[in-house]
C-alpha cells in the first residue's frame, strides 16, 4: 500500500475481471477506497476480498451501466458509504460478435453501443455531479486500439470505441476549469477472458496470430493497463485532459 491516492474515492465499472480487477485492486494498493461494479456479484465480491487481503477497502455494488437506474444508485451507493467521489474508471465493455458488415445484427449494435457508449455517457451523466460536490478529479474511460484505427469483421466495435474516445475529449472540455479531468486509455490485446472469448486463447492460432499483430511479440496483462490507470487517476497527470492514452506494444506505430 502507498499514499499516493490516500483519502480518494475510486469507482470502477467492469470491475469484475480482467483490467477492470486489476485496476480497482491497484487503485486500492495505491490508498484509495474503491467501489467495485459489474453485472457479476460472485466475481465482484472476489475482487473486494482481493483488494481487503491487500490491505484496502472496498465495496461491491452490482449494476448494468446500460441501466440508468442502476448508475444512479451505484454513485449513490458510492457517496453514502465513502463519503465523495474523486475518481471513476468507466471500463465496463463488451466486444460483441466479430462479423462482416453485410451480417451486422441490429440486435449485436445495441448491445455494443449500449454498453460500450450508452454506459460510458450514463456514468459520467451521474458521476460528474458527485465529483463536483467532492471538490473534482479525474475519470477515466476504456476505449481500445480499435478506437484509433479501423479493423475488419468488428465495424461495431471499432465504431463504440471510437466513439468513447469522441465522448472523452468532449467532456474533457466540458470540465476542464472545473477540476475535473477526464482521459482514456486505448488499450491493444490484453490477456483477459474478452481474449479468451474473442480467439479461443492465447496457445490457437488466432491467438498466436494476434499476438504477433504487436511489436512486442505479445499481447499485454492487464496490470500494464492497471498502472497508467493509477497514473491517470492520480496528481501526476494533472496537466493531462482530453486525451487517449495508447498501451499497445507498438501496435498503432505500424
Known sequence: MNSKLQN???????????????????????????????????EGQETVLQIEAAGGEALFVKADVSNEADVINLVNKTVEKFGGLHIAFNNAGVEGHPAPITQVTSEDYQHVFDINVKGVLLSLKHEVPAMLKSGGGSIINTSSVAGLVGMANVSVYVASKHAVIGITKSVALELAKQNIRVNAVSPAAIQTDMFERFTGGADTDAGKYLANLHPVGRVGVSDEIANPVVFLASDDSSFITGQSLTIDGGFTAQ
Open 8 to 42: 480518494k474515492v475510486a469507482l470502477v465499472t467492469g470491475g469484475t475481471s480482467g483490467i477492470g480487477r486489476a485496476s480497482a485492486i491497484a487503485l486500492a494498493k495505491a490508498g484509495a477506497k474503491v467501489v467495485v461494479s459489474g453485472r457479476r456479484e460472485t
